[in-house]
């Protein structure tokens, strides 16, 4: 305990050096000043650690990538192809995609009876493909980690399904029906699938959700 006459520290009540009585409480109070004193210290260390000698972020570091695309495909993209899926799914499952070039549909199954079952099982997996558009839109729209994916796998099934076409009704059929046409279609879906691939990678730590 201190004396505050003399200022001496003495273990008992009354100081040792000048015989001066020690208050108690008086010396309760300084200690608790002293610990208040060391806390603020520490704080006032944390401060200084924390926003002085921490160097700040460097935002120019951090890369910055557009959107427009996404807003693209968000706002016109899917819902576009989704329109597309669809009129070509109820196309293909009515036999409407031969009167483009002026053949009645019954007179194609009259000859080929199994192109009917293929073409009803791809226009429903247009439709179905149309749907899934709609439902990759709002993954996408709501930043969903799972939205880049869906997208994949829209043009990828596109690709898939449109050359499973192609070979069995090439075989019902006995000859190639593959064109330029359908070469143009098939390579369009894997270029847009690559650069889809490329663009989202860059940007999937925004797709959290």
């Known amino acids: 305990m201190f004396c505050k006459l003399c200022g001496k520290v003495s273990s008992s009540n009354k100081c040792i050096y000048c015989g001066h009585a020690i208050d108690c409480e008086s010396n309760t109070d300084i200690a ?32 910055q990538f557009g959107m427009k695309w996404h807003k693209f495909v968000i706002y016109f993209g899917l819902f576009f192809g989704a329109l597309i899926d669809l009129i070509l799914g109820i196309s293909v499952i009515s036999g409407m995609i031969y009167s483009r070039y002026g053949i009645e549909p019954e007179l194609v199954y009259d000859v080929f009876s199994g192109l009917k079952t293929l ?79 490329v663009y989202y990678k860059k940007r999937e730590s925004l797709f959290i959700n």
């Open 119 to 197: 073409d009803v099982a791809v226009g429903l997996c247009c439709i179905a493909l149309a749907v899934f558009c709609l439902v990759t839109r709002f993954q996408l729209s709501g930043m969903k980690k799972r939205g880049p994916v869906c997208l994949y796998c829209i043009y990828a099934l596109n690709f898939i399904l449109s050359l499973i076409y192609v070979i069995l009704a090439s075989d019902i059929i006995g000859e190639p029906i593959y064109d330029g046409e359908i070469i143009a279609m098939l390579a369009a879906y894997l270029v847009m699938l690559v650069l889809n691939v």
């Open 32 to 63: 608790h000043q002293s610990v208040n004193v060391a806390e603020d210290d520490d704080s006032v260390n944390h401060v200084i650690r924390t926003h002085i000698m921490t160097p700040p972020v460097n935002f120019q570091d951090t890369p």
